[in-house]
């Protein structure tokens, strides 16, 4: 879909979710140009707003997306 995106002469920009660094190459051979993963709240709040990942997973998320550039 990003190659798609791409031809297009569009900006691929996706949300989604966790990442692992095989996805997140992938990801950025593909063109992607932004990957969105915001966390949602402060780590003293996270565990009670979101309960099936952890603050650190998510932390983790933003490290493998960054990695590729």
Request: aromatic share 6%; glycine share 4%; hydrophobic share 40%.
């Given at each position: 879909?990003?190659?798609?995106?791409?031809?297009?002469?569009?900006?691929?920009?996706?949300?989604?979710?966790?990442?692992?660094?095989?996805?997140?190459?992938?990801?950025?051979?593909?063109?992607?140009?932004?990957?969105?993963?915001?966390?949602?709240?402060?780590?003293?709040?996270?565990?009670?707003?979101?309960?099936?990942?952890?603050?650190?997973?998510?932390?983790?998320?933003i490290r493998v997306a960054r990695a590729p550039g």
């Open positions: 879909m990003v190659r798609e995106v791409k031809a297009l002469g569009l900006e691929a920009c996706a949300t989604l979710g966790m990442l692992t660094a095989a996805q997140a190459f992938e990801l950025k051979q593909a063109g992607l140009d932004a990957y969105n993963h915001n966390l949602d709240t402060s780590r003293e709040h996270y565990s009670s707003i979101i309960t099936t990942r952890t603050y650190d997973d998510r932390l983790e998320t």
